[in-house]
């Protein structure tokens, strides 16, 4: 039997599914610079070296290393998935070698919300969950959308009343049966 392909199946029959997301979009912003300007110092150093089919062919190769390494970030990206539950904190990635991370939420005893200029102005937001004297496997949570609607879901499944919480689905979304 294979592996779950999607976060969701590995859910336990128990848990109830609180917040499904990826990272913002923002954190493709370094890959996309870094790989436009890659790309530009390239083609400025083609025109300013002699013309050489040897050059010409490291240049065209370099060049495609690049889109494609700028492709399987983007893959990551995209594969990567949030999933905050009524139990626990997950973490899946991995094109590959598939990995979950998983911090139960009855071990956090602090959570610390950090949002920078950037994080304001384009709406993302970081999530620093504490537990006790342990260094767990989601520690930090960067690039988080609507970081505040997160926060806030988050602190009332830590800290709320049992069972009382409003937190029921505030991001997920429903699914569709048919």
Sequence with gaps: MLAPREID???LPTER????????????????????????ALVIGERLLPDSVLIDNLVWYLAL?????????????????IVITDKRVMLAQGIITHNVGMMPLGKVTDLTFQRTLGGRMFGYGTIVVESA??????NRIDYLPRPEEIY????ELVFGEKGRTRASGMLARPRWRR
């Design 9 to 11: 199946e590995y859910l």
């Design 17 to 40: 599914r609180v917040i499904r997301v990826r990272q913002h979009w923002a954190v493709m912003m370094n890959h996309v610079s870094s790989t436009s300007l890659f790309l530009l």
């Design 65 to 81: 290393v690049a889109v494609l390494r700028f492709t399987v970030l983007t893959i990551l990206w995209w594969i990567e998935r």
């Design 133 to 138: 004297g342990q260094i767990q496997a989601l």
């Design 152 to 155: 806030e879901a988050l602190s």
